[in-house]
């Protein structure tokens, strides 16, 4: 079995391009763009309205079926929302979250001469679990559903474009207190890899194994795991505990914590309210080896993923 591998570190942001002096005829332009989107925003409206889809994780309109906001002060909007079950009961509930978001790229893959981010493919997945597993009879709540941090930001939460590592602490303690506000059953935080070799590609998990629920841990770990390497046909690298991740594959203050934020347990000034749950990290793709970037990035490869992942769950929790 192969060690576990640790990713890169996020990529920098990019510098915005610098603005030229306004001319007469780009004020003039800009005028007429702006008049022709508010006559036109009716039918935008109305061409929109008749596309999306009718029932969905994010987009719920029908009666019994709307997101609503868990609870916590302090998160973005689009955060830390909860949806019912498909028929409106459940006695178990997924807490899913969608690795990194917003100034937070995490893994910067390449494929066919595009990027591939982290944070777009695990919202891919992520939005994808959510729709498999109500359909199934669970009760969800998504840490994120849109391109956005989970925690609010402040002015002093970003350096450059980026975030602090002390915003990226509070927003991993943030996603914590979501699952345990939400009442989860089970989290399912959602990550993909990297490694300076592009050959290399796999499907690894880790969970935390000095909680009381160690064992559920490694249960929960085990069986998506084992769903993954199944629905994708991945090399399988195994299924480790936090503790054995290189440091750059853990964040600033996880490093020095020496567990995954999400899933560790207490220690004062790191993690002072863990999550109360059993939980896992799956990596289920490498984004720097192109192949495994390409079925990551492609809407029937997150739905090959987010099935692989509905399986895992549905083992380990037998019936909503």
Not at 243 to 260: I, M, V
């Amino acid at each position: 079995m192969t060690r576990p591998i640790a990713k890169s570190a996020n990529v920098a942001a990019r510098t915005r391009r610098r603005q030229g002096s306004w001319s007469p005829l780009r004020s003039a332009l800009i005028v007429a763009l702006l008049l022709t989107c508010v006559f036109s925003l009716p039918t935008i409206v109305d061409a929109a309205r008749s596309v999306l889809p009718a029932r969905g994780p994010v987009a719920d309109t029908t009666p019994g079926q709307v997101a609503g906001q868990v609870t916590l002060s302090g998160v973005q909007p689009g955060a830390c929302l909860s949806f019912p079950a498909g028929d409106g009961h459940s006695s178990k509930t997924v807490f899913i979250d969608p690795g990194h978001g917003g100034l937070d790229p995490g893994v910067v893959g390449v494929t066919g001469g595009h990027q591939v981010l982290e944070k777009d493919v695990a919202l891919g997945v992520g939005t994808r679990l959510a729709t498999l597993l109500r359909d199934g009879g669970y009760r969800v709540v998504m840490s994120r559903t849109k391109d956005s941090s989970v925690m609010e930001l402040g002015p002093s939460d970003t350096i450059a474009g980026a975030l602090t590592a002390s915003a990226e602490h509070r927003d991993l303690l943030m996603r914590a207190a979501c699952a345990n506000a939400g009442a989860a059953s089970v989290l399912v935080s959602i990550h993909f890899d990297a490694f300076d070799d592009p050959a290399v590609g796999g499907t690894e998990t880790f969970y935390d194994a000095e909680r009381p629920f160690a064992a559920e841990n490694r249960r929960l770990a085990t069986d998506l795991q084992t769903a993954l390497v199944a629905g994708l046909g991945t090399t399988n690298r195994g299924v480790w505990t936090d503790d054995q991740l290189a440091a750059p594959t853990l964040t600033a203050s996880g490093s020095l914590y020496g567990h995954l934020i999400e899933l560790g347990p207490p220690a004062a000034g790191w993690v002072d309210n863990p999550s109360q749950m059993p939980g896992a990290l799956v990596e289920p793709l490498f984004l720097t080896n192109a192949a495994e970037a390409s079925l990551a990035s492609s809407s029937s490869g997150q739905q090959r993923v987010a099935a692989a992942l509905k399986t895992g769950v549905e083992k380990y929790l037998g019936h909503p």
